[in-house]
């Protein structure tokens, strides 16, 4: 009998870490499938900003590499962001990389904007066509509410 408990136990934690890495990597895949998706919110304390841009995700393998996105606005600018899920699926990570110096102005802008917005953010909605994120610890707006509302074009 207490091999059969042994037993119901393992099982029942191998399932319980499947299940845990399954919605990470489901919550992933609905965003790293190569895509455009367009910001219809980005809002700190409910005030949205004036210049909304849309991301361009690139294919990748959460596994094995770094997940990269481009930030980018009507006009052509355009900066580099990291992203991940994790926390079985309830939190984005988005993180802006690239260089600070040298930039066109569009490309400035897009910057600072994806600056501003990097940090850890709680998934709140999880659609296959919208996601919400929101989150008081971002770089540019600490303390404050930070809203991402994305859709799939």
């Known amino acids: 009998m207490i091999k059969y408990t042994k ?22 895949k609905r965003i790293m499938k190569a895509g455009e998706w367009n910001v219809v919110e980005l809002s ?20 094995s590499e770094a997940c990269v996105g481009s930030w980018q ?3 052509g600018g355009a900066t580099d962001f990291v992203w991940q ?17 040298g930039l066109e102005h569009a490309d400035e802008e897009m910057a600072t904007q994806c600056f501003d917005f990097s940090g850890t953010y709680e998934i709140i909605e999880n659609d296959r066509t919208m996601m919400k994120f929101t989150s008081t ?17």
């Open 44 to 63: 700190v304390d409910g005030e949205n900003q004036e210049e909304l841009p849309h991301w361009t995700i690139n294919e990748c393998d959460i596994y």
């Open 7 to 28: 037993l119901i136990i393992a099982l029942f934690s191998i399932a319980i870490i499947v299940a845990s890495c399954n919605k990470t990597k489901s919550t992933s």
């Open 73 to 75: 606005n009507d006009e």
């Open 137 to 153: 610890t971002t770089q540019g707006f600490s303390g404050q509410a930070a809203v991402i509302t994305i859709e799939k074009v």
């Open 85 to 101: 899920v994790t926390d079985k699926g309830g939190s984005f990570i988005i993180s802006r990389q690239g260089p600070d110096e």
